[in-house]
């Protein structure tokens, strides 16, 4: 048996949705750069889902259908105000929540295709809902209902913040959904795969990935990039502090790829949203700090900004707390998750790899009193 630790360069299933050659980042073969300069979440929603764009009625039409399915159940909300608010991590609660979500579908357990379809966009409608619910609870406020005129990026900033965007804001955020959406078959997409191959249900395979994008190695990281800039807090102690954390042969976060050798495609977009937006909000610190730990690492290691990196930098000038950058990566990648758990039911095979066992020789059974 030959093993590849973690499952590098394997080659797991095939797939129509998103792809990753040459380090050039495709959805449904757009490049990921016409897409974040042109196109609205709810068209990659429906891109990811159809294998096609939508045309003006068809993208209406889904607006439509998305923005009448963000509303909570009640007890969801009831949910979520049952926590002990000063611990929970709001990923946390999101992966409970969307669990929890299942319990009030009456189509859960549904197998046919149609029906997969709708809870798809249950899910995908409600998740905006659940974070900015949670966001606002844990701050004493009551949740804002989503409105059905508003866009996906706008409603959530307006639950978030109970009033409506500026159009920079609402652009940024919108942008970094596109960019976040799809990922071919990253961690959390190969856990939601692997999850809903048993015949699992959609609510299942997205509480798995939920839970395996919370890793600070996977999406947890863009939290932990914020945590790092804010414990270096100044441009002159940048290259010290890395230095120390090389040193200690610590990980520095938002930074090397499994995939992407040369640079992450999504990252130049991210970085000049960063240098725009710090500079509006009188924050560019942040900014040029990251530029001086990119370029040191670059150098240092050869290794490149990933996707987490400048989206910190982005998120922290829209004022949105540390904690919930990776939600708001989950909320862009649940669209991802749900057009691959699609696909699989669409081909599906049990995915079951081997291990190469390294563990003792077969043993003889000791009984209890006997063992020392
Ligand atoms: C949306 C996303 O999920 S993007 C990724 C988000 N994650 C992060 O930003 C966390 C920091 N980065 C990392 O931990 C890694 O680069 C990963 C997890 C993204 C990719 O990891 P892998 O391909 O498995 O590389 P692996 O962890 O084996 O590292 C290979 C070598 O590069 C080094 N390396 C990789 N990333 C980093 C980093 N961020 N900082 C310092 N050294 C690093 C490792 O220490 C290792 O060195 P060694 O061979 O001397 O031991
Ligand atoms: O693909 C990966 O390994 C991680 C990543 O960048 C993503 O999920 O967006």
Redesign the pocket.
């Known amino acids: 048996m030959t093993t590849a630790?973690?499952l590098?360069g394997v080659v797991a299933t095939q797939s129509s949705i998103s792809s990753i050659i040459n380090d050039q980042l495709t959805y449904v073969g757009y490049t990921i750069d016409d897409l974040a300069e042109n196109s609205s979440f709810e068209e990659v929603i429906y891109l990811l889902w159809n294998l096609k764009l939508p045309t003006k009625s068809e993208l209406d039409a889904f607006k439509a259908e998305l923005a009448d399915n963000m509303k909570l159940p009640e007890p969801v909300i009831d949910h979520l105000r049952s926590y002990d608010l000063s611990t929970v991590h709001p990923m946390a609660a999101l992966r409970t929540a969307v669990s929890l979500l299942g319990l009030y579908d009456d189509e859960a357990d549904v197998m046919e295709e149609a029906a997969n379809k709708q809870k798809a966009l249950r899910i995908q409608a409600k998740i905006a809902t659940i974070v900015t619910a949670f966001a606002r609870i844990r701050k004493g406020l009551d949740p804002v209902e989503p409105k059905k005129d508003l866009s996906f990026a706008e409603n959530f900033l307006y639950m978030l913040n109970g009033k409506e965007a500026k159009d920079i804001e609402v652009e940024a955020i919108n942008k970094a959904l596109v960019l976040?959406a799809d990922?071919e078959l990253?961690?959390s997409t190969f856990t939601a795969r692997v999850c809903v191959a048993t015949l699992s249900d959609i609510y299942s395979g997205i509480t798995a990935a939920i839970g395996a994008?919370k890793g600070?190695?996977?999406?947890?990281?863009?939290e932990?990039?914020m945590k790092m800039l804010t414990e270096i807090d100044s441009v002159e102690n940048a290259i010290p502090y890395i230095e120390e954390?090389?040193k200690n042969?610590?990980?520095?976060?938002?930074?090397?790829?499994?995939v992407y050798k040369s640079g992450?495609p999504r990252a130049k977009h991210l970085k000049r949203m960063s240098k725009e937006l710090t500079k509006i909000t009188g924050q560019d610190k942040w900014y040029t700090m990251s530029v001086k730990i990119e370029d040191y690492?670059k150098g240092e290691?050869g290794?490149p900004a990933?996707?987490?990196?400048y989206s910190a930098s982005v998120y922290h000038s829209l004022g949105i707390d540390h904690d919930l950058f990776t939600p708001l990566?989950a909320m862009s990648r649940a669209s991802g998750w749900l057009a691959h758990i699609l696909e699989q039911y669409d081909n599906n095979r049990l995915i079951r790899p081997r291990a190469d066992y390294i563990g003792p020789e077969t043993q003889k059974y000791v009984a209890i009193e006997d063992r020392n």
């Open positions: 630790k973690g590098e976040h990922h990253n961690a994008l600070p190695l996977h999406g947890g990281a863009n932990q990039v954390k090389l042969k610590e990980k520095i976060m938002g930074m090397g790829h499994r992450d690492i290691k290794l990933n996707v987490d990196f990566f």
